[in-house]
C-alpha cells in the first residue's frame, strides 16, 4: 500500500538558519510527489513537485527538494528560513497512474527571530 | 480570478442537522475533489468528479453526498451531521496532471 511518512511533526528553527523537513514515502511504482504549505486559516499552497524529471527540484520561495529513490525520501529544504515560512507542510504522493493524493500528517514549521 | 471558492468560511451544526458545502470554481477544471482535514493529520478524500454528471467515491464518504451539475460547483451534503464530521473541509481542482488548486476551506463543528 502506498503511504506517506513525514518525520518529524514539528520542527523549530532561527531565522536565517537552515530548514529540513524529512519525508519518506512508499509506493509499488515510480510516484509524483508534491510539499504544499499551509498558513493558519489558509488553503494549500503548491511549494514543488517532482514528476520523474529532474531529481533534484526547485519550488517556490527559495525551497527544493531532492527524490531519493534509493532511499524512497523527498526531504524538503531551504538554505535560509524567514519568519514567514512558519506554517505545516504536507508531503503527499501521488501513486502511479491513479487520481489520488496521499497526505502525510504533515509538520508544523515554527521559525524563531 | 477568484479560482476556487467555498462557503461558508465556518459553521456550527447541531447533531442531526444536514447542510450543504458550498464550493465553486472559475477556471473551468474537470476534476474536483472534496478532501477534509482532522486535527493533526493529513487531507482524506472524500468524493472526487471527473466532470459534470459524474462522481465516485474516496477514501471516507459516509456520511456525506455530492453531486456535480454543472463544471463550476461541486456541492458537498451533510445530511444527519454527527460530531464524528468536526473538521476542516477542502475543495479542490485538477487541471492536466499536476496542477492541483485548493480552496481556503469551511471549518465545521458539530455539537
Known amino acids: 500500500a502506498q503511504s506517506v511518512t513525514q518525520l518529524d511533526s514539528h520542527v523549530s528553527v532561527s531565522e536565517g538558519t537552515p530548514v529540513l523537513l524529512r519525508c519518506n514515502y512508499s509506493?509499488?511504482?515510480?510516484?509524483?510527489l508534491f510539499w504544499y504549505v499551509q498558513h493558519p486559516n489558509k488553503g494549500l499552497q503548491l511549494l514543488l513537485k517532482?514528476?520523474?524529471?529532474?531529481?533534484l527540484v526547485k519550488g517556490i520561495n527559495g525551497f527544493e527538494a531532492e527524490f531519493k529513490k534509493s532511499e524512497t525520501s523527498f526531504h524538503l529544504t531551504k538554505p535560509s528560513a524567514h519568519m514567514s515560512d512558519a506554517a505545516e507542510y504536507f508531503c503527499?504522493?501521488?501513486?502511479?497512474?491513479?487520481?489520488?493524493?496521499?497526505f502525510g500528517t504533515g509538520t508544523r514549521l515554527q521559525v524563531f527571530p | 480570478n477568484a479560482g476556487v471558492t467555498q462557503t461558508p468560511k465556518f459553521r456550527i451544526l447541531k447533531i442531526g442537522q444536514s447542510m450543504t458545502l458550498q464550493c465553486t470554481q472559475d477556471?473551468?477544471?474537470?476534476?474536483m475533489y472534496w478532501y477534509r482535514q482532522d486535527p493533526g493529520m493529513g487531507l482524506k478524500l472524500i468524493y472526487y468528479?471527473?466532470?459534470?454528471?459524474?462522481?465516485d467515491k474516496g477514501e471516507v464518504p459516509n456520511g456525506y453526498n455530492v453531486s456535480r451539475s454543472t463544471t463550476e460547483d461541486f456541492p458537498l451534503r451533510l445530511e444527519l451531521a454527527a460530531p464524528s464530521q468536526t473538521s476542516v473541509y477542502f475543495c479542490?481542482?485538477?487541471?492536466?496532471?499536476?496542477?492541483?488548486?485548493f480552496g481556503s476551506g469551511t471549518r465545521l463543528t458539530v455539537v
Open positions: 503527499v504522493v501521488r501513486p502511479y497512474n491513479t487520481d489520488k493524493l496521499i
Open positions: 517532482y514528476t520523474s524529471a529532474a531529481t
Open positions: 477556471m473551468n477544471h474537470n476534476y
Open positions: 479542490a481542482t485538477r487541471q492536466g496532471a499536476y496542477g492541483y488548486t
Open positions: 468528479s471527473v466532470g459534470a454528471g459524474i462522481t
Open positions: 509506493s509499488s511504482y515510480s510516484p509524483s
